[in-house]
């Protein structure tokens, strides 16, 4: 009798582990080839992972829940359909023992991988974090400087650097710099509902202030008059979806006109590193995309200034179709340089985003509508009905002053409103 060992996938160059959410099946269910396995979850996404053979359910080593690192048996399946016999049951890393846990690698300490908090921390912190006697408290209280809000290990060393130095007192007064993790007193009547945030909106939300504490937001705002490509899209789309089997939206065009204007403003498509600017070769653009579930997630388009507007057109299809059935790899949201967020898609005017850091820049687009507006002919001025749109700029103070997020805005609009109405594809 023959059995499949199920591993826990890498789904990322950065991924070293990942939660198990939920298991779709129990010890004993048959199961088809890509049927729904079980769900997990990494800093980046959550992901449903497939059933890689046909067969019975023998085992589930893990619990919904458990952090297991890549690699790790998961389940064991007998692919003939038969029971087979009991495999060794591998001990659930929240369950070895330290002197287990450091032969092979210190993934598991006394501090909880995801606090009440909802933070993630890495086996080295964690490590760290034991060694030096940090309580959850103050381990929730450290302001992450890594991806989403991640605490590197140079955060936590700086942490306990402060405190050998009697910065801290009782309460370390990291918690006046990380002021939004604060106990604030919100009066609850009888017929209010208290709703817990689920694992996506705690790491949207922790994202969201980690944003607002690191980089001081400018927004700019400006009118472009986008007829031609109103027309032409109108013109054109129907053609457009026959033949390439995706839809042409207004987003895939705004991305086109973004990548051509980054590459001529290399410094907003940067990030900031202490005082160090980094100026990224690659135009990895970020879209948002609004889930099902409530939640906002934003996958990105690799190298987007290399793919023509099918490519664009027909990546951006893939990836809000992976984002809306919880089929994005972790490698879909990492990367990104810039961001694209459509305010338009609710038939609003404009908005002022936060930036998804560590970009330093992103760009909101709002409703386009129809409005009287006043046109130069060689006859005189006319009013004339034209398709306008609002361009907001939200960008880093830090190293974009108003004149280059002012100059850069208005490069957008000139592409979009000199858009080519007799342009071929």
Do not use: C
């Amino acid at each position: 009798m023959s059995q499949f060992e199920v591993v826990m996938p890498k789904l990322g160059e950065s991924i070293t582990e990942a939660t198990i959410t939920k298991w779709f099946k129990e010890e004993g269910d048959a199961i088809e080839e890509d049927d729904a396995l079980l769900e997990i979850a990494t800093d980046k996404v959550d992901s449903e992972i497939p059933s890689p053979v046909a067969g019975r359910i023998t085992k589930i080593l893990y619990n919904e829940g458990d952090i297991v690192p890549v690699g790790k048996v998961i389940a064991i399946i007998s692919i003939d359909g038969e029971a087979t016999e009991e495999a060794p049951q591998e001990t659930p890393l929240a369950e070895t023992k330290p002197s287990e846990v450091e032969v092979e690698k210190p993934t598991s300490i006394d501090v909880p991988i995801e606090s009440k908090s909802g933070r993630f921390y890495s086996p080295l912190v964690k490590t760290i974090a034991k060694q030096e006697n940090i309580t959850v408290k103050e381990l929730d209280a450290i302001p992450g400087t890594g991806q989403n809000g991640r605490v590197r290990k140079e955060d936590i060393l700086q942490f306990i650097e402060n405190r050998k130095k009697g910065v801290m007192k009782g309460e370390p007064a990291i918690t006046v710099i990380d002021s939004p993790k604060a106990k604030v007193s919100v009066l609850i009547g009888a017929d209010d509902t208290i709703v817990e945030m689920d694992r996506m909106r705690r790491l949207i939300a922790d994202h969201m202030v980690m944003s607002v504490h690191t980089s001081p937001h400018v927004t700019n705002f400006l009118e472009a008059d986008v007829t031609n490509l109103v027309l032409w899209r109108n013109k054109i789309k129907d053609e457009f979806q026959k033949r390439e089997n995706i839809p042409l939206t207004y987003t895939s065009l705004f991305l086109e006109v973004i990548a051509k204007a980054l590459k001529e403003y290399p410094l907003i498509n940067a990030s900031v590193d202490g005082y160090n600017i980094i100026l990224h070769k690659k135009v990895n653009l970020g879209v948002a995309v609004a889930l099902p579930t409530g939640n906002l997630i934003v996958p990105v388009i690799k190298n987007a200034d290399h793919l023509n507007l099918q490519g664009l057109a027909g990546e951006l299809f893939r990836l809000v179709e992976a984002a809306r059935s919880s089929k994005l790899n972790p490698d879909d949201v990492q990367g990104g340089t810039f961001t694209l967020t459509n305010f338009g898609t609710f038939r609003n005017a404009f908005g002022t985003p936060i930036i998804n850091q560590p970009q330093v820049a992103i760009l909101a687009t709002g409703n386009i509508e129809k409005k009287p507006a006043v046109i130069e002919t060689t006859t005189g001025d006319v009013i004339a009905i034209r398709h306008k749109m609002f361009l907001g700029l939200t960008y880093d103070h830090r190293i974009v002053d108003g004149a280059l997020g002012g100059t850069f805005l208005r490069k957008v609009a000139d592409y979009l409103e000199q858009f080519d109405i007799n342009r071929i594809i």
